[in-house]
């Protein structure tokens, strides 16, 4: 088992940056991809980024590219999502995951998953 627990949502305004942070326990942490989805309301859940367990190698969505930074630190057990340049459209609940499979986006292929956070966007 592994638990997740997000933490840094909040409000900010319309191209401002905040990150987020996931703590992770339980399993060797540093051999699951982890990925940041988000859900914003009456609309599915979408995968944000995803970072390698080993090489750091990492996948974004394309609406995120460029303005968002997925990290990790193995040591601590945390991956980081630094977001940047925030539109409305970014508003959501994010997750964290974990995932035993390489790199991947797809929701179903995560075995783990946070409680969220929220994120504000004012336009």
């Known amino acids: 088992q592994v638990q997740l627990v997000e933490s840094g949502g909040g409000l900010v305004q319309a191209g401002g940056s905040l990150t987020l942070s996931c703590a992770a326990s339980g399993r060797t942490f540093s051999q699951y991809t982890m990925g940041w989805f988000r859900q914003a309301p009456g609309k599915e859940r979408k995968f944000v980024a995803a970072?390698?367990?080993?090489?750091?190698?990492?996948r974004y969505e394309d609406s995120v590219k460029g303005r968002f930074t997925i990290s990790r630190d193995n040591a601590k057990n945390t991956v980081y999502l630094q977001m940047n340049a925030l539109k409305p459209e970014d508003a959501a609940v994010y997750y964290c995951a974990a995932s035993s499979s390489m790199l991947v986006t797809m929701e179903s292929l995560y075995n783990y998953w946070g409680q969220g956070t929220q994120v504000t966007v004012s336009s």
């Open positions: 970072i390698s367990w080993s090489r750091g190698s990492t």
